[in-house]
């Protein structure tokens, strides 16, 4: 098991969910950084648009 953040309340859990919203908790670590990232541009296109 790996430590969660929760996306909206920013609560921390070992669970997929929040057990104080009821949220999706993801990983609070960013991706592994790699020269050779295939999906590099699409992400960052992606962060882009939604910010």
Avoid at 18 to 44: F, L, V
């Amino acid at each position: 098991m790996s430590m969660k953040k929760c996306t909206s309340c920013g609560t921390y859990t070992l669970k997929a969910e929040c057990p104080a919203c009821g949220k999706i908790a993801a990983s609070p670590h960013p991706a592994r950084y790699s020269p050779n990232d295939k999906y590099g541009e699409y992400r960052r296109r992606m962060k882009k648009e939604n910010i």
